[in-house]
Nanobody
Framework: QVQLVESGGGLVQVGGSLRLSCAAS????????MGWYRQAPGKQRDLVAA???????NYADSVKGRFTISRDNAKNTVYLQMNSLKPEDTAVYYC?????????WGQGTQVTVSS
């Protein structure tokens, strides 16, 4: 079984920064893709950023230039550095990890940006 533990969410003012972490544990050989999604109230869950095992990244247009995704393969951890936060970034953020052939989700962490 694979477990994902997220941390780093919270309340921040407009323009502030937060860093999310998601650590994977359990019995597996290696992690393929890792990513972050978010879901605001009444909206669907959307991709924020993703990173392959080799470090190729992909970002939603709304976060390009403000968010940075990274990973530490030795620690089985993915990070999301969020800068210049805006009220529209408020959502529950979920990490997603692919360990072929399965996909796993974290429990979610709340990010609230206040104006």
């Amino acid at each position: 079984q694979v477990q994902l533990v997220e941390s780093g969410g919270g309340l921040v003012q407009v323009g502030g920064s937060l860093r999310l972490s998601c650590a994977a544990s359990g019995r597996f050989f290696s992690i393929n893709g890792m990513g972050w999604y978010r879901q605001a109230p009444g909206k669907q869950r959307d991709l924020v950023a993703a990173i392959t095992r080799n470090g190729i990244t992909n970002y939603a247009d709304s976060v390009k230039g403000r968010f940075t995704i990274s990973r530490d393969n030795a620690k089985n951890t993915v990070y999301l550095q969020m800068n210049s936060l805006k009220p529209e970034d408020t959502a529950v953020y979920y990490c997603r990890v692919t360990i072929l052939p399965d996909t796993y989700w974290g429990q979610g962490t709340q990010v609230t940006v206040s104006s």
